[in-house]
Nanobody
Framework: QVRLVEYGGGLVHTGGSLRLSCAASGNSERVNFMGWYRQAPGKERELVASISIGGDSAGSSYADSVKGRFTISRDNARTLVYLQMDSLKPEDTANYYC????????????WGQGTLVAVST
């Protein structure tokens, strides 16, 4: 069982930066995917950035809307994942959620409670 807690949301002006953190408690040794999602009011939740660990698909990926502005990183112990957000825009305003997935055998997803990022004009 893995429990996730996000930190670092807040209010920032356009062009500003924020760094989100997600800490995992419990046994995260089998985590092979870490991702940040966001959900704006009235919209579906979307994948913003992710890191795959091990296997042919290992590496990070980003939504086109955040490429060059956001950077995802993690610690080697698979207990922390970060999202550095630079050059923020009002359209980045959303609740941001951390997700970690175990696999490939007995796959299971874990979600954090979310943290609000608000970007003002």
């Amino acid at each position: 069982q893995v429990r996730l807690v996000e930190y670092g949301g807040g209010l920032v002006h356009t062009g500003g930066s924020l760094r989100l953190s997600c800490a995992a408690s419990g046994n995260s040794e089998r985590v092979n995917f870490m991702g940040w999602y966001r959900q704006a009011p009235g919209k579906e939740r979307e994948l913003v950035a992710s890191i795959s660990i091990g296997g042919d698909s290992a590496g990070s990926s980003y939504a086109d809307s955040v490429k060059g502005r956001f950077t995802i990183s993690r610690d080697n112990a698979r207990t922390l994942v970060y999202l550095q957000m630079d050059s923020l825009k009002p359209e980045d305003t959303a609740n941001y959620y951390c997700k970690m997935s175990e696999g490939p055998w007995y796959p299971r997803d874990y979600w954090g409670q979310g943290t609000l990022v608000a970007v003002s004009t």
